[in-house]
Nanobody, 121 residues
Framework: QVRLVESGGGLVQAGGSLRLSCVAS???????MGWFRQAPGKEREFVATIGWSGSSTHYEDSVKGRFTISRDNAKNTVYLQMNSLKPEDTSNYYC???????????????WGQGTQVTVSA
């Protein structure tokens, strides 16, 4: 069982930056870590994933070039650096852990409680 705790969300103006963190406890080896987001009334959507070594990353098209996912396995932590934020990035961001190489939410077995990101125009 893996427990995930996110932090770093908040309110920021358009064009600003935020860095989300997610600390995992319990199981020490997690093949794939990911960030997803879900706005009210919308389905949860993929944002970014990263493999164990950190060399394999995937991004949703709208965040490419603005967001960077990274991980520190010694600290059991995954990060999401978000730059050039836009109002449409406003959402609740969830950290996820999975054991397959996937960007599909259903393939991730453990989820954090979410952290809210609000970008004002």
């Amino acid at each position: 069982q893996v427990r995930l705790v996110e932090s770093g969300g908040g309110l920021v103006q358009a064009g600003g930056s935020l860095r989300l963190s997610c600390v995992a406890s319990g199981r020490t080896f997690i093949r794939t870590m990911g960030w997803f987001r879900q706005a009210p009334g919308k389905e949860r959507e993929f944002v970014a994933t990263i493999g164990w070594s950190g060399s394999s990353t995937h991004y949703e098209d709208s965040v490419k070039g603005r967001f960077t996912i990274s991980r520190d396995n010694a600290k059991n932590t995954v990060y999401l650096q978000m730059n050039s934020l836009k109002p449409e990035d406003t959402s609740n961001y969830y950290c996820a852990a999975g054991w397959a190489t996937s960007i599909v939410a259903a393939d991730f077995g453990s989820w954090g409680q979410g952290t809210q990101v609000t970008v004002s125009a």
